[in-house]
């Protein structure tokens, strides 16, 4: 079992910046990709970024691309999303999830998943 804690979402103005933490835990933290997804209510959960396992490799959905920054410290078992510029179309739950894939970015590839943290951008 991976135990995920997301932290760090919050209220922002349009313009802003956030970064988001996962904090895992309960198995080897750099055996697993990891990703960041995102859900409005009765819409799909969307990949946001995903990193490899070694960080070598990061996926981003076209519409962070050039704003959000994904990264890990394994070290610290912890994957970060860096958000800058956000837009008030970036509100949503945002959840970490591990993969055991070298590297995954679609929801079926993962196994484990944080609780969720909000993120809303106001105009």
């Known amino acids: 079992q991976v135990q995920l804690v997301e932290s760090g979402g919050g209220l922002v103005q349009a313009g802003g910046s956030l970064r988001l933490s996962c904090a895992a835990s309960?198995?080897?933290?750099?055996?697993?990709?990891m990703g960041w997804f995102r859900q409005t209510p009765g819409k799909d959960r969307d990949i946001v970024a995903a990193?490899?396992?070694?960080?070598?490799?990061?996926h981003y959905a076209d519409s962070v691309k050039g704003r959000f920054t994904i990264s890990r410290d394994n070290a610290k078992n912890t994957v970060y999303l860096q958000m800058n510029s956000l837009k008030p179309d970036d509100t949503a739950v945002y959840y970490c999830?591990?993969?055991?894939?070298?590297?995954?970015?679609?929801?079926?590839?993962?196994?484990?998943w944080g609780q969720g943290t909000q993120v809303t951008v106001s105009s």
């Open positions: 309960g198995r080897t933290f750099s055996n697993y990709a």
């Open positions: 990193i490899s396992r070694t960080g070598g490799i990061t």
């Open positions: 999830a591990a993969s055991a894939q070298f590297y995954s970015t679609t929801a079926q590839g993962y196994t484990y």
